[in-house]
């Protein structure tokens, strides 16, 4: 089993910035990567970014340029820094960790923080 723990959500002027972290726990050896996720009112869960364990990333169209996703190995802790931030940003951020097996991905998710942004 994996825990993952959020931190750094809050209110914010648009324009404004946010660091988010995920502390991970348990099973870390496992983790094939960690990304984040966030889910709007009304809206379904969306990726926002990934990272792999080895360093490879993606992002969402919607935040290339002004969100960046980071690790800190020795600390087991994903980041993702969130800038010039919208209106339209202002979700519950989901912490992801992913393991793969020969069979199926298994999927462990934190209790979100909340971002708001206002404008």
């Known amino acids: 089993q994996v825990q993952l723990v959020e931190s750094g959500g809050g209110l914010v002027q648009a324009g404004g910035s946010l660091r988010l972290s995920c502390a991970a726990s348990g099973s870390i050896g496992s983790i094939n990567g960690m990304g984040w996720y966030r889910q709007a009112p009304g809206k379904q869960r969306e990726l926002v970014a990934t990272?792999?364990?080895?360093?490879?990333?993606t992002y969402a169209e919607s935040v290339k340029g002004r969100f960046t996703i980071s690790r800190d190995n020795a600390n087991n802790t994903v980041y993702l820094q969130v800038s010039n931030l919208k209106p339209e940003d202002t979700a519950v951020y989901y912490c992801?960790?992913?393991?793969?097996?020969?069979?199926?991905?298994?999927?462990?998710w934190g209790q979100g923080t909340q971002v708001t942004v206002s404008s």
């Open positions: 992801n960790a992913w393991r793969n097996s020969p069979n199926r991905r298994y999927d462990y």
């Open positions: 990272i792999t364990s080895v360093g490879i990333t």
